[in-house]
C-alpha cells in the first residue's frame, strides 16, 4: 500500500510539471481508468465508462485552471485565466478549445454544460482597476514600485498590450528620425498638446481603468491623425484594438467588438454628424454597465475601460447638450501639415511599427504619473468653440451675454428678458428655440460664479432701465421695464449697487 501511494505521488508529480495541455490529456486518463476501474469493481453494471462526465470535467479544470465570475448576472460569462498570457478572458471559443484539452469527445452541447456546472461553483471577483497597475507583454508593471512583476490570477485583467516593458529603453533614432520630435511637430511644437499626446499613449495602455474620456483628434488635412491612432494601434498590438465610431454605439450587437480590447478607435468619424442616442457612448467612456448583445445570445450587462478614440475633421453634433456628456469629450488640435515635401512616408510604413520604437515608446509614457489629462489652452478654445455649434444656448452665452458683460456693468437682468432676446438670436441663426423653463435649467449651467438666478425685485433706478433699454434696443428686441412690477432676475455679484 505504501509503495502504491508512493507511485501515485511521483505520478502526480510527473503531471504536475507538464504543460497544461498535456497536464489535462495526462489527467484525463488517469481519471478515465479511475472510471473504468470502479465500473469492473461494481460488476461491470451500464456502459462502460468512454469519456468523463461533464461534472468531473467542470471540477478537475478548476483544479487546474482558475475561473472567476465579475458579478452575479443572470447572463454573466465566466472568466478563464490564461497562464501565458496573465489575463483573464471570456472568449467562450478559447475556453471550449481548454476543455477539449481535457476531454476530446465534448461537442459544443456538452461544452455548454461543463461550462454551466463552472458558473454555479465560480466564485464573483472585482476586475482589478488599479491605474497603477499596467499589464504589458512580459507582466504587470507596479508604477508605484516601479517595477516589472511576474503575471498573477490574483489581479483579474481582460487585456494586456502586446508590447514588452523594457527598463530604461534607449531611444532609436532611425534615418534621423525620432519618436520624440515627431510627438513635437505633430503637436505643433505646443508643450501642453505635446504632453497630452504622451498622456493619451499612457492612458491607452491600461484597459482595465478609465479616465472617463473619449478623445477626438481633430483637424483637417494630412495632420498625422492617422498615423498617430496606428502608433498606439502598434503600442498596444492589433488584437487590443476595436474599431468603433461615436455614431455606431447604439447599433445592435456593436459594443460586443469591446470584449478584451484595450483600445477603441473611431477613424474618419463623418464632419457634423448627428448623434440622436449618445447614452451607451457615455457609459463606455465612463466604464459604466452596458447592455451587450451578441447574435443568437442572451444579452447582458458589463464595464468597459477601453480608451475611446476618435478622429474626424470636424466634431459630431450631440442632441445630448447636458454637461454629463460635454464632460465626457477632450478634444485634440490636429494643425500640422504635412503635405508636399515635408510628408515622410517611412514613418507609417516602418518607422511606427519598429520594435525598439514601440518599446522605448512605451517605456515613455508608462512613466508618466497623472491623474487627469491636461487641457491645454488650444483645447479648451476647440472645446468652446464646440459647444457653440453644439449647443444654442451656449452659443447664445459666448455671443450675446458674454459681450454684454464686457461693454455695460450689469447688476440685474430680467429672465423673461434674457428668453426673449434668446429667442430672437434662435430665430437669427435659425435654430429651434427652447421651452423658457428648459432654457434657464440650460443656461444657468453656463453663468459665471458671480451670477446668480431666482432674484425677484423693483427695477426702480434709472441706470438700471437705461442699461436694459440700451440692451433691448442693441438686439432688436422690444421689452418695456415697468417700476412698479416685480421681476425675477439674475443678478451679478461682483457689480455694487446702483441708485
Known amino acids: 500500500m505504501q509503495q502504491q501511494a508512493e507511485r501515485e505521488a511521483q505520478e502526480i508529480s510527473k503531471i504536475k510539471k507538464l504543460p497544461l495541455r498535456k497536464r489535462l490529456i495526462r489527467i484525463r486518463e488517469v481519471r478515465l481508468a479511475e472510471l473504468v476501474s470502479d465500473w469492473e469493481a461494481n460488476g461491470r453494471n451500464g456502459n462502460k465508462p468512454k469519456a468523463l462526465p461533464t461534472w468531473l470535467c467542470a471540477s478537475i479544470i478548476m483544479e487546474e485552471i482558475p475561473f472567476v465570475l465579475f458579478d452575479n448576472e443572470e447572463n454573466t460569462k465566466i472568466a478563464m485565466y490564461l497562464e501565458n498570457e496573465g489575463i483573464y478572458t471570456q472568449n467562450y471559443g478559447i475556453i471550449k478549445k481548454y476543455l477539449s484539452w481535457l476531454e476530446p469527445s465534448l461537442n459544443n452541447n456538452r461544452a455548454e454544460e461543463v461550462i454551466y456546472h463552472i458558473r454555479n461553483r465560480a466564485d464573483i471577483r472585482e476586475k482589478t482597476q488599479k491605474p497603477h497597475l499596467i499589464p504589458v507583454g512580459n507582466g504587470v508593471y507596479n508604477r508605484h514600485a516601479g517595477t516589472l512583476e511576474p503575471f498573477n490570477s490574483d489581479y483579474i485583467f481582460t487585456t494586456k498590450v502586446s508590447t514588452n516593458y523594457v527598463e530604461n529603453a534607449p531611444k532609436p533614432i532611425i534615418d534621423g528620425w525620432d519618436v520624440d520630435e515627431w510627438i513635437k511637430e505633430i503637436a505643433c511644437y505646443d508643450d501642453e498638446i505635446e504632453t497630452l499626446l504622451w498622456q493619451v499613449v499612457n492612458d491607452s495602455l491600461n484597459g482595465n481603468y478609465t479616465r472617463k474620456k473619449a478623445i477626438f483628434l481633430v483637424g483637417e488635412g494630412n495632420n498625422s491623425k492617422g498615423t498617430y491612432q496606428d502608433f498606439i494601434k502598434y503600442i498596444v498590438g492589433g488584437e487590443n484594438v476595436a474599431y468603433l465610431k461615436v455614431d455606431e454605439f447604439e447599433q445592435q450587437f456593436r459594443t460586443s467588438v469591446l470584449f478584451g480590447k484595450t483600445v477603441c478607435i473611431g477613424d474618419d468619424v463623418p464632419v457634423g454628424v448627428y448623434i440622436d442616442d449618445s447614452s451607451t457612448f457615455k457609459s463606455v467612456v465612463s466604464g459604466d454597465p452596458v447592455l451587450v ?82 487641457i491645454p489652452k488650444a483645447s479648451q478654445e476647440k472645446m468652446r468653440s464646440f459647444m457653440a455649434d453644439n449647443d444654442p444656448v451656449y452659443d447664445f452665452k459666448i455671443a450675446v451675454f458674454d459681450e454684454w458683460n464686457k461693454e455695460f456693468n450689469i447688476k440685474y437682468l430680467p429672465q423673461q428678458f434674457v428668453y426673449t432676446v434668446y429667442e430672437n438670436f434662435c430665430d437669427r441663426n435659425n435654430y429651434k428655440p427652447l421651452s423658457e423653463r428648459k432654457f434657464k435649467q440650460q443656461f444657468e449651467r453656463y453663468l459665471p460664479d458671480d451670477w446668480k438666478s431666482g432674484q425677484d425685485r423693483k427695477l426702480s433706478s434709472d441706470s438700471h432701465i437705461k442699461t436694459i433699454t440700451q440692451l433691448a434696443k442693441r438686439e432688436h428686441v422690444t421689452y418695456d421695464v415697468k417700476r412698479d412690477k416685480t421681476y425675477r432676475s439674475y443678478q451679478n455679484d461682483k457689480i455694487k449697487i446702483i441708485n
Do not use: W
Open 293 to 374: 448583445e451578441f447574435k443568437r445570445k442572451q444579452p447582458y450587462s458589463t464595464n468597459f475601460y477601453c480608451t475611446v478614440i476618435q478622429s474626424t475633421n470636424g466634431m459630431p453634433r450631440f442632441k445630448d447638450k447636458t454637461h454629463g456628456n460635454l464632460r465626457r469629450i477632450l478634444i485634440v488640435p490636429f494643425n500640422a501639415n504635412f503635405n508636399g515635401s515635408v510628408e515622410n512616408r517611412n514613418i507609417k510604413d516602418t518607422y511606427i511599427k519598429d520594435k525598439s520604437v514601440l518599446e522605448y515608446a512605451l517605456f515613455k509614457a508608462i512613466k508618466m504619473d497623472f491623474v487627469n489629462f491636461v
